[in-house]
């Protein structure tokens, strides 16, 4: 579980408590940041009754290695992969992947004599909020 920006909102300023907010004007309303714990989800492209992942797959490998066998996935349905699709996709050329029936690099993930473990230091993640303010005005 990832911390991570979960999106954000605007509320009327009486809901939220501004008591502590130094304010030369009349506030009116207020934007709310949230912020929270949730997991990256999981992409692929559909295609000729096909699914191609698009990212994920360390996720997928170490949850695989764990023993869970399904996961929910978002799959973008195409049916234009020249328009909708990466020209180069995970180093293969987009031709190449459609006509093939299988590439050697997704059998080889699972093989345990071409796979290594690499330890690291613990990290610590921080999530960087930036504000600006632009006026701009808009012709009515």
């Not at 096909?50 to 996961?71: D, E, I, Q, S, W």
């Amino acid at each position: 579980m990832n911390l991570k920006f979960l999106g954000a909102t605007s509320l009327d300023v009486d809901t939220v408590g501004i008591d502590n907010i130094s304010v030369s004007g009349t506030p009116t309303k207020a934007v709310l940041l949230v912020f929270g714990y949730g997991a990256a989800p999981i992409y692929g492209f559909g295609y000729g009754g096909r699914v191609f992942l698009h990212n994920g797959c360390h996720r997928l490998y170490a949850l695989r290695k764990m023993g869970v066998t399904h996961v929910p996935m978002i799959i973008q349905t195409v049916s234009n992969p020249q328009l909708e699709m990466p020209m180069v996709y995970n180093t293969v050329l987009l031709d190449r992947l459609l006509m093939s029936e299988r590439l050697p690099i997704f059998q080889d993930l699972f093989n345990d004599n071409l796979t290594i473990t690499l330890k690291s230091k613990l990290k610590r993640k921080a999530v960087k909020v930036t504000w600006a303010i632009d006026n701009v005005v808009v012709p009515l």
